[in-house]
């Protein structure tokens, strides 16, 4: 019985990085459309973009279609769970490769995300993150040769 109680609170804590290393896949994989699974329809980005309702999010994603790739390194996931909803930070660096005057380069950028998400009817998505941009960076880049 304890065992149940102890995997339950441990499978709780999860949520909140699970979720969020979701995001990063969906979001390097360019699979908008999938944001759904994660986000309720009334989601909200907030902080340096204000973007409302998960529609309008998918749509605003579409940006990134101006980068050849994007690498998001999630990382220190934490918060606490008030009922059914957590509340949280999630640290967060991402980096987006493009070319400029023929050189490979990529920006990177420091996130800081305060997280809200809820759980409904046994399904946790979120609602609620605010984009805090602590930094960024441009730097060329020395990519591998491929042949």
Known sequence: MKKDIISSKLSNRLIPAKLSYLYASIIDRRKFSSLGSIMWDEFSMSGHYEINGLENFITAM?????????????????????GNLYNGETYCVASHIFNQDDKPHKLDMGIIYSDVIEVRDGTAKFILRNFILKWQKTDILDLPTQG
């Open 62 to 82: 579409q940006q990134l279609e101006n980068y050849q790739s994007t690498m998001h390194q999630v990382m220190n996931v934490q918060g606490e769970w008030k």
